[in-house]
């Protein structure tokens, strides 16, 4: 649920990074922590198990700053993936605005990145949220392993098993090694504001 | 023969140890038993525990029926006596006032009850040194009672003091003489009465102290009675 | 503007807080809590959002934060209330050494709040932190 402060001028929104364990939510956040720590003003908090998985959520707040007069602040969140916290992921799904499908390009991932996405329907379908309506783009994860010889899906069938009702936007990225962490960042940020923008008239 | 020897060692021997393993509790344990248990303020100590956590009219309710118990349990204490009609007249305060209550107010209680709970299970100490606590949660109490008071001039409630008659607030100034005059004249009285203090025999200080007491608790309970008055007529 | 939410409730994509609204929800914030001697007091919704805060200006933490754990710890929590047959706990609150913090559900949809230290019971809070929330939810209320 976004909130608009109509006496602090200023938006705020939540987008949630979604998918199967491992597949590299959290290390998205990483990436763009690492990244623009310097330049914008932001901490990062995690709350993990002892063996790094994330055990409830990681949050990462970026001020974007002023947009025609109001002042925009996103709250990024991962959720876990281990299949055993689904009660987890439907806490931190409440009042979300935006939504990140990170799916993981891993040939032997394939039914669990289908899995998670009818989970996410069902998560937000419990908050009388609809998948079609809400802000939605799809990340395909670790695109960089093809280099290395792992088996991958393509993004042919990473698209008709995920996309190919919703037809959201979708990139291929490495969140290890960065390309096209900000631009997926970026684009569900957009989505997300501009769904708001009808909102602030 | 030597077998009927051994048959009575045996036996003593089995005697022995049932004695040993079934001996009567001698009577100063069973004593001490009863002591640990049944100390006259747990009650108190715990209705004060549950207050810290909640405050409403049965925790409240709970705490004055529990004051008056152990009021007749000590029935012949005068200084118990007095440490629990401190802890009765804030009692009756918070209950009557809940969230308008001052936020010192449970402070001072539970400091209150700590001397109290001290003076009650040191059998040790010299009565002198028990005056000498309860005066000092006097002291407290007559603190906490000018910070009311000063909070309600400070916040000038419009419900107490406008359109009501005259002779309402009057006697909340004028009946609390000792307490709630001024805080200048108060000093002076203060330093006049430890002069007084000074001079007196532990005994006349304490009777003193006592009637002070007495009087502040006399004009709580019509500073109460008013406020509670002017309340009702507000709604 | 009068209308605050955008759809239902359930379901509900967005929440506008009006400068009146806000400024009402300072002054019960300021009187019922700041005044009695909390170090401060944050009014969240459950997503993790601020509304608003207001602190005396000595204790200062990372609220953004704060708000975030707070919503999820007070999900959890919840979550096991159900679990255990219970509707909901009535009392949320972790003591510390030096700070304590209080969390109370204001409306289905936002949460307060609290920390504070040795200078008012949890007793006391607890009586302020009811008197403020029913203010609150009359703020809250869409219309109003």
Do not use: C
């Not at chain 1, 990140?100 to 032997?108: I, N, R, T, Y």
């Not at chain 3, 955008?6 to 609204?21: K, N």
């Not at chain 3, 929800?25 to 959002?49: K, Q």
């Amino acid at each position: 649920m976004a909130i608009i402060n109509l006496k602090k001028k200023e938006v705020q929104a939540k987008i949630v990074y979604y998918g199967p364990g491992r597949g590299g939510k959290t290390t998205n956040l990483e990436y763009i922590y690492k990244k623009f720590r310097g330049r914008i003003q932001t901490e990062m908090v995690t709350i993990k198990t002892h063996g790094d998985r994330t055990l409830f959520f990681d949050f990462l707040p970026i001020e974007i700053g002023r947009i025609k007069g109001y002042d925009i602040r996103i709250q990024l969140y991962t959720v876990p993936g281990q299949v055993k916290y689904e009660s987890t992921r439907r806490l931190v799904l409440r009042g979300v605005d935006g939504i990140v499908f990170v799916a993981d390009s891993l040939a032997v991932r394939r039914k669990e990145n289908i899995l998670s996405l009818k989970s996410l329907a069902d998560n937000l379908a419990s908050y009388k949220k609809s998948i079609v309506e809400i802000p939605l783009v799809f990340q395909y994860n670790k695109r960089d392993l093809l280099d290395e010889g792992i088996p991958l899906l393509p993004v042919e069938w990473l698209e008709k098993d995920l996309n190919s009702k919703l037809m959201a936007p979708s990139f291929e990225a490495s969140a290890l090694k960065g390309p096209n962490v900000v631009q997926t960042m970026k684009k569900i940020i957009i989505m997300t504001i501009g769904s708001l923008r009808k909102d602030l008239t | 023969m030597a077998q009927q020897r051994d048959e009575d060692n045996f036996r003593s021997q089995v005697e022995d140890r049932l004695d040993h393993l079934f001996q009567e509790d001698s009577p100063e344990t069973t004593e001490e038993h009863i002591g640990l248990g049944e100390h006259p303020l747990k009650g108190l100590k715990a209705v004060l525990l549950s207050i810290d956590w909640e405050i409403t009219d049965s925790t409240m309710d709970s705490l004055l029926n529990e004051i008056k118990n152990v009021e007749y349990v000590y029935s012949d204490d005068k200084i118990i006596l007095t440490f629990l009609q401190l802890l009765g007249s804030i009692g009756r305060y918070v209950k009557a006032n809940k969230g308008r209550a001052h936020p010192d107010a449970t402070r001072v209680i539970n400091s209150v009850y700590e001397a109290l709970e001290r003076v009650a299970l040191n059998e040790g100490m010299s009565r002198a040194e028990k005056e000498k606590m309860l005066l000092e949660e006097v002291g407290k109490f007559k603190k906490l009672k000018e910070q009311v008071v000063l909070r309600k001039l400070e916040k000038k409630e419009p419900a107490v003091f406008e359109g009501t008659p005259p002779a309402a607030p009057a006697p909340e100034e004028k009946e609390i003489p000792v307490t709630e005059s001024p805080a200048q004249e108060e000093a002076q009285v203060e330093t006049r009465a430890e002069a007084r203090f000074a001079e007196m025999s532990p005994h006349e200080a304490f009777a003193y102290a006592l009637e002070e007491v007495k009087n502040v608790i006399r004009a709580e309970f019509r500073a109460l009675r008013a406020e509670i008055k002017l309340w009702r007529e507000s709604k | 503007m009068d209308k605050q939410y955008i759809s239902d409730t359930d379901g509900q994509r967005t929440y506008i807080f009006t400068p009146a609204q806000l400024s009402k929800i300072e002054a019960v914030l300021a009187e019922d809590l700041l005044d009695v001697g909390v170090h401060s007091v944050t009014l969240i919704d459950m997503a993790g959002n601020i509304i608003s805060t207001m602190d005396n200006g000595e204790n200062k933490h990372d609220l953004y934060s704060l708000a975030a754990l707070a919503a999820g710890n007070f999900g959890a929590v919840s979550t096991m209330a159900g679990l255990i047959g219970e509707e909901e706990f009535s009392l949320l609150f972790h003591k510390g050494k030096k700070e304590n913090i209080h969390f109370s559900k204001v409306t289905d949809e936002f949460l307060l709040i609290t920390i504070f230290g040795k200078e008012v019971s949890l007793g006391f809070l607890r009586l302020k932190v009811a008197e403020a929330t029913e203010k609150l939810v009359g703020v809250l209320k869409p219309g109003s």
